[in-house]
């Protein structure tokens, strides 16, 4: 009797799978929306590719109006690896592909920070203003999943 007790319980954890949170996920507001989209590595359960896009409403002096100012992180290398529902991303970018320098001298790079649970993702960002997003465009929010 132990031992089926105990072949159960070893069957039941080790067919126990772990959150997959693959697909679009949306934060949004009155005068803003980010997308979240998230592709499992082939392989690896708990690694994922990962890009934002996103927009924000803000005035702009210089057009003396409101003006919807547009943002984006894509890039191929850009993955994370969900450990105990949390993951961080810091961007090893140096350049961009004109060969510009990225970040000035000492700046730390963008960091962005996730806190996964079945039905949200909140995220964090440090230091990724105006690197990746618009005038105003912050990717920071609960993001819900949506497909």
Known sequence: MKNAILLILTIFLSSKQSTDYSGT???????????LTLEKI???????????DGWRKSYDHFARDTTKF???IND???????????AEFTDSKEKTIG?????????DPCKILFKFSNNSIIVKTENCHLIYGGF????DGMYKKIK
């Open 25 to 35: 996920w949306i934060s949004s507001g009155n005068n803003f929306e980010n997308t």
């Open 99 to 107: 060969g510009s320098s990225l970040y000035r001298e000492g700046e």
């Open 70 to 72: 547009l943002g984006q």
């Open 136 to 139: 105003g465009v912050l990717f």
């Open 76 to 86: 191929k290398e850009f993955t994370i690896e969900v450990k105990d529902s949390y």
């Open 42 to 52: 082939e392989g690896d359960l708990k690694i994922y590719k990962f890009s934002f």
